[in-house]
């Protein structure tokens, strides 16, 4: 009987497809894979550090463009200002030291040979009378200029040292003590304006001084220990340059005569008053091999700015401009004058305006920052 109750129970469970239990072993049901359920091999992404790129571009500062420079209307039209700084960011540092000279600062160079008595009338282009002497200094007194020495344009020009706002240079040309004794010292002695005497060598020393018992030599030193003048260069025999001369004579002309100043006057020249105003490329090279810092010619081209003297074609033609410096004649000081200081005032606004831009220019090219305006003006 228990046979075929077994029995029964096995062919109902085939017909069941059912799993007879195993002894001691526990049952788990039967999963069939879902044809929509991920394989056991996906493995899903881990999450990631790495930020997400932004869709915000990246902006490239506009570079600040070139400042401009000033000029002037009062110039003549084929007079241009020159620079001779290479080094923007060195000329903008010094342009803008608290220390130095003020933007605008301007030197008016002015050139004198003889003085008349009274209001005689001249009748060589280099002179004028004493009329016209006063009242050049008359005009520069009412606008503020002072008078500074060589050294001190020199100074100016190189590293914008602080000299007056207004400044100007009185050079007397040749060997005129008499006229250096009678009309400058008294500028010296109540104004303290020094004069800078364009010293020709020659022959001095078979010239008599202020009276017969005393050299040239002797008179002009006495002069000179005054502290009232500048004793610089004009050259040995005063024989112009006008091209073509030997090495040999140009280094005797402009250089034999600097021991012998040196003798005289304690000090070596550092200008060179051109004789005649002629120069040449190979002189003005020549004077630059001799060590002189600065040379005058007779243009009257314009007041000279620290990095800034106006020149002509003929002039720029040689590309050193601290050794052919421009001059005012005598005779038409009063109004250079009045224009110099006119160029000055606009040289300081165009100054004040252009600040902004040159401040950027230096911040982006320079690795550093100008001073405020306020500090350069003292505002």
Not at 150 to 155: M, N, R
Request: net charge negative.
């Amino acid at each position: 009987m228990k046979q075929l109750f077994f029995a029964c129970l096995v062919l109902a469970c085939l017909l069941a497809a059912c799993t007879l239990p195993t002894s001691g072993a526990t049952a788990e049901p039967s999963i069939t894979p879902s044809p929509f359920a991920p394989s056991a091999a996906t493995n899903t992404p881990a999450a990631s550090n790495t930020p997400l790129a932004s869709s915000t571009p990246t902006i490239t500062p506009t570079p600040a463009p070139q400042p401009a420079g000033f000029t002037s209307g009062l110039l003549r039209a084929w007079v241009q200002p020159v620079g001779y700084i290479a080094d923007q960011c060195e000329y903008l540092a010094k342009r803008w030291d608290p220390d130095g000279s003020q933007p605008g600062t301007v030197v008016a160079p002015i050139m004198y040979h003889s003085i008349l008595r009274g209001n005689a009338v001249p009748t060589l282009s280099q002179d004028i009378n004493e009329v016209t002497f006063y009242r050049i200094v008359e005009v520069a007194r009412e606008l503020g200029f002072e008078a500074i020495t060589s050294q001190q344009l020199v100074d100016f020009l190189h590293t914008n040292t602080a000299i007056p706002p207004r400044s100007m240079l009185l050079i007397l040309d040749d060997r005129r003590a008499g006229t250096a004794q009678e009309y400058f010292l008294p500028l010296y002695e109540e104004y303290g304006w020094r004069t800078v005497l364009g010293w020709i060598i020659g022959d001095t020393d078979q010239r008599t001084g202020e009276n017969s018992s005393e050299s040239l030599w002797d008179w002009i030193e006495r002069l000179n220990d005054t502290g009232a003048f500048d004793v610089q260069s004009h050259a040995l025999n005063h024989i112009p340059i006008v091209g073509g001369e030997s090495a040999e004579f140009l280094r005797s002309e402009l250089g034999d005569n600097i021991p012998i100043l040196e003798e005289h006057f304690g000090q070596r020249p550092v200008a060179h008053i051109w004789t005649g105003g002629n120069f040449s490329a190979a002189g003005v090279d020549m004077l630059e091999e001799l060590g002189y810092a600065i040379g005058f010619t007779v243009y009257s081209r314009g007041p000279i700015q620290f990095n800034w003297v106006p020149q002509g074609e003929e002039e720029r033609a040689i590309g050193k401009p601290l050794l052919l410096l421009p001059r005012y004649w005598d005779s038409a000081a009063e109004l250079n004058l009045r224009q110099a200081a006119e160029i000055g005032d606009a040289a300081q606004q165009f100054a004040r305006a252009n600040y902004a831009a040159e401040a950027a220019w230096f911040a982006q090219n320079c690795g550093g920052e100008l001073p405020p305006l306020s500090a350069v003006f003292d505002e």
